[in-house]
């Protein structure tokens, strides 16, 4: 049972000084998201910088394929490879791109805590040991390859 | 105007109304139920309540010794039958929230734990760490969202809708869009909380205004009881947020100036160093809050910037019982006082924090206006007498919640639709409503400022102890300002989200009810419970062991009757803590 | 000469405006005021037309969000002084359509809410008779942290996914399916995965982290969303490769 009067207005009292506005339908105002959103706070820069530095974790792994792919095409062309890899131009982009790297791994290490709950005869583990652990994990694996590549260790 | 119907509509949305709109829907799948409430129902105010909910749950413990605290708690005021049910209702109640998925606190082996708690002499309080209210609200509204009830979330009820006897429907302002509707059902239950804001020092929130019982009250639906205004012993300084009982079930000390356990001095038991259950801490909050103003006189409580206060010891506890138990008190404490209870004395003094009193209702929770129910804080049964026992009004919410939506089913499922002759009423009203905005343009007084007003009034004049100058003061301090209050200036005329047309109804609505406490206040020459007068200081059983029924006058106050308690197994005996 | 503070405050009347305008109020400057108090004084005092929210002033209804120099804060919890000298801006929460002045449309959030299925969920109940589900306290404290959700948005707020993608159903609401599915009385979790593990649900998430951050209670939103992926994928790898599992 519904009745829709035409008094209704009557009770809109004042005149509404914006023209747009039809009495009892109020105009929501949805805040536009700025391009550049990812600038307004710190921490909305460290997460887009997180994100787009995984582009260096996948040219990582192109590059590492890559490696691979002309060291199966023999020793000239991976020494030819070699060359330049060494040229300063790619010295230098590979810096960056490593220390993009070391900012992906550390931020995302950093979140291990949050994701991983683990509980140990009842009681939380705390977040530092988690942590320190993923550090430690890491550490090892990094010692454990550079050994390897570097003095031999089989 | 929008005219929408249901069969059942309940007004309010906190823990009596979503256990009332669930009661409704399992009892009978076929009513169409609906829930109007002011604010979001998780907003509600029972989410600020802490220490626990009471049910004998414990080898020990029985239904007659709750009864029995509850009614010496009340001081001989509480209807027996009523108590009676509501103690052996209790525990399935409390059950099935916990089967609803409330997390309460358990013992190490699983089983629901309890804590003691104040004028109980078995420890029956069922807790959630010290959230109790908190979680109780949000298992209720997440449970209420399996069923198909309609909600009408920010909607402000103005009036009821009465017809051929017979309360029929609500008018309502739609806050976000200034719409008036009209909202036909079948029955309607009132969960609308008590008017803790007619006072200024309460831990009740900002929404507390009493509208539920305002709308009663002017249906012709007398008031009962309320005269009896509860004033919890330990509130904060300046803010009032409330430091729940626990923290004295716990084992907390309440101590003067000179760090002295006074409340030894006034009959509630000796001090011993461990809590004992109806004794000195654990006394009735009554007794406890009268206490705090004898020490006020006797200049023995600490002056702060803020107020009088005494001081709440919880130290000697430790960090780990407080974190445990009272996490949310430490919380309150640093973030509110800027000290942490673990090592500092919290300062505390008595705030408004519950009303007794409200509308009359039997059992079942029915009013005298056929097809108005009423649930909770809003309504007086009556199983808190002449004071209320902590933890005994979360668990009133789920039984009288229940009861009153389980009668109000059966009662509506006999309804035919609602008349034709209301919609006239609820154009009167919106014509009613459109005319407080329209005539606000030239007004003098602001709202705030009555508001204020009012609250000073009553505290001085209906405060902890009364007498009858000051409630005679106090009268015609709210009668001064209610001819104020047709003068009130509204700075906000618009239709869109118009929070200052509502601060104006509520405090309309508060106006009224302030009359009908100081009349009740005033009629009542005895003393008993949370009603304290100085030229009266005996309870008298021969002329007063009855309730009295606020009636609205309609120039103005109120007519008073006495309605006698029902008393079934427990004659009236002295009210006896710590001996 | 007492001190005083100013307050910009982020007004929208739309019936008076197209679009939001910044105002300014003076309120005394006091040390055990919270921003709440230095609006309630701009609405007593100055200009009652100024609409917001609030009500328990404790920090516990969820009422009184608002973004207070550009971070989403409890107006109720939020010292005024601390915030000083310079002008304090207030605005509305982010992410939802704005009302009126400080109020925004809180809809989208309560039907998220009533998606993810926030209700103990089991193949049989116990009856009323034979008592409580035995709980210890170990197992209450696996979902307790998420219990502990005010609604109050903040987290929307501070959420860019959700700003950017409204159809998200945002880290309150898969913090409390969550809450519901690490319950031991619970029996649910296979139900709530479908509202779940759509796009909208825990994979519209990137784990920025900014809600856990803001949360008034602690719940941890964000912690609560990445082990539920971990759950989610695990659960996906055991049906793959063991199909005769629980059906």
Redesign the interface.
Known sequence: ?????R??R?????R???P??E?????????R?PIF??L??P??TK?ITR?LTSLAVGYAAVLLMVQVWVMARGPGAYERFLAILASPAIVAFHAVVFLFLLFHSVTWLN?AP????VRLG?R?VPDRVVLAGHYVAWLVATAVVAGYLLWGVP | ?????HDVLLVGGGGAGLRAAIAVAEADPSLDVAVVSKVYPMRSHTVSAEGGAAAVIKPGDSLDAHAYDTISGGDWLCDQDAVEAFVREATEEMLRLEHWGCPWSREPDGHIAVRPFGGMKNERTWFAADKTGFHMLHTLYQTSLKYRTTMYDEWFVTRLLVEQGRCQGIVAIQL?????HAI?AKAVILCTGGCGKVFPFTTNANIKTGDGMALAYRAGVPLKDMEFVQYHPTGLPFTGILITEATRSEGGFLLNKDGYRYLQDYDLGKPEPKPVLRSMELGPRDRLSQAFVKELERGRTVETPHGHVVHLDIRHLGERVIDTKLPFVRELCLKYENLDPVRELIPVRPVVHYMMGGVHTDIHGATSLPGLYAAGEVACVSINGANRLGSNSLTELLVFGARAGKAAARFAAEQAEPGGGL?AQA?DE??R??EV??GRANGSERIAELREEMQGAMERGAGIYRDAGSLEAAAGGIAEIKERFKNAALDD????FNTERIAWLELSNMLDLAEAIIASALARRESRGAHQRTDNPQRDDGRYLAHSLAHRRDGGGARIEYLPVTITRWPPGERVYGR | MARSIRLQIRR?????????VWESFEVPDRPEWMVLDGLNYIKDRLDGSLSYRWACRMGVCGSCGMVVN?KPVLTCATYLSALGPDPVRVEPI?GF????DLVV?IEDFVRKLESVKPWIIREEEKPLSEGEYLQTP?QL?EYKQQSMCINCLLCYSAC?IY??EPDFIGPAAIALAQRYNLDSRDEGTEERMDVLSQHEGIWCC?????C??VCPKDV?P??AI??Y??KATADWFKSLLMPWGKR
């Open positions: 049972m519904s009745y829709h009067s008094v209704d009557r009770w809109a009292t004042r509404a000084a914006n747009e506005y009495p009892y339908h109020p105009k929501w105002h949805r805040k998201v959103w990812w307004e706070r921490s909305y997460f994100e979140l949050q994701a991983l709950v009842g939380r | 105007m929008e005219t929408t119907s976000a869009t200034g719409k008036i036909l919609l154009l919106e014509r409503l459109g905005l329209l005329r618009s239709l869109t | 929208y009347r739309p019936e008076d405006e197209r679009e939001p550009g982010k359509p704005v009302i009126r449309d170990e404290a860019p700003a950017l990137t784990f920025v982290g900014e856990s951050v941890d964000a912690g990445q082990r992926k971990v």
